[in-house]
């Protein structure tokens, strides 16, 4: 239901906020309030799980909706490639979470040069595992697949048994997940090479890759892990690893991609621009200014280098 949401709310010139259904209810309605939102879709038994009673916005329960015959056709609203297509709520390590403005153009800009970088076809299958409300899987699992009429198949819960069951059943050959997923999947039981073999493209990101893993998953299953870089506030894939092309250095996040910049400041910080870098924060002005400099370039606060060979070393 979350792309289907999506695109409609998008159609008709709106904005999207996707809720991490892992806060705290008062931690989702203090999003709600700050956000301003007019409708929240969720289903009821997600509701009720969380213990969440949102006050404000309208409720649309899609487990309770009934369609019956064909709505009336609804001419999209016209959205320029600068409008606010999404905020997304980072945890935030301090203080209340700081809502991260995205356009059209960010999203836009991202799924093609991730596409630049993979070079998908309509015979690759997604796994999808990461949630929808992370710039990580809203970007990668969500978008990029309707882009590129990529299928995508999504399970609700990580749970190693049941991914390795679907490896099994619809041959995935793009994977995309985080290290501890990453080392779960090994300690799986009837976990063999063979059921990873359909990958021919698998990348790690959202925490540092330990080296164990990285190891134990290419001498164990026959898998080699694409170590990436990304934040929410880049859209977020930053670089990535490219093993097929002779571009795997492990122990970094490898180059960026088309059309993104990284310089290491005199400190160490790593200092990012681009099509794919934020308009801001929502309602923080002053806080945006402190990341974003006037002429585009974004303090990530993550210290780094960059290697003789163009590789970027989160340190």
Request: net charge negative.
């Amino acid at each position: 239901a979350f792309p289907i949401a999506a695109l409609a709310a998008w159609m008709l010139g709106k904005t999207i906020v996707p809720l991490n259904f892992l806060l705290k209810p008062e931690e989702l309605q203090y999003v709600v309030d700050d956000c301003g939102c007019d409708t929240i879709i969720a289903a009821k038994p997600l509701l009720d799980h969380m213990g969440f009673t949102p006050s404000g916005p309208e409720i649309v329960l899609v487990d309770q909706l009934s369609f019956r015959g064909v709505p009336d056709p609804v001419w999209p609203a016209n959205a320029d490639p600068d409008d606010l297509a999404v905020i997304l709520y980072t945890s935030g390590t301090s203080g209340k979470p700081k809502g991260v403005m995205l356009t059209h153009a960010n999203l836009e800009a991202n799924v093609r040069q991730v596409e630049d970088w993979v070079h998908f076809t309509r015979d690759d299958v997604m796994l999808g595992v990461l949630p929808q409300f992370h710039s990580f899987g809203l970007t990668v699992m969500t978008l990029l697949p309707l882009r590129f009429g990529l299928r995508v198949v999504y399970t609700p819960r990580f749970i190693p048994g049941r991914l390795i069951k679907l490896m099994r059943e619809h041959r995935p050959t793009i994977f995309v997940a985080i290290p501890s997923m990453y080392g779960a999947l090994l300690h799986a039981k009837d976990a063999t090479a063979d059921d990873f073999k359909s990958l021919r493209y698998a990348v790690s990101g959202g925490e540092p890759l330990p080296d164990a893993v990285f190891e134990a998953f290419r001498e164990r299953l026959g898998v080699t892990l694409n170590e990436g870089y990304g934040l929410t506030e880049t859209s977020p894939v930053v670089s990535v690893n490219d093993a097929r092309n002779d571009g795997l250095r492990f122990g970094t996040v490898g180059k960026p991609i088309r059309d993104v910049q990284v310089r290491i400041a005199t400190d160490g910080e790593i200092l990012i621009k681009g099509p794919n870098v934020m308009m801001g924060y929502y309602k923080e002005p002053e806080m945006t200014a402190e990341v974003l400099t006037p002429d585009g370039w974004f303090h990530t606060g993550d210290i780094g280098e960059i290697t003789k060979e163009g590789f970027l070393r989160i340190t």
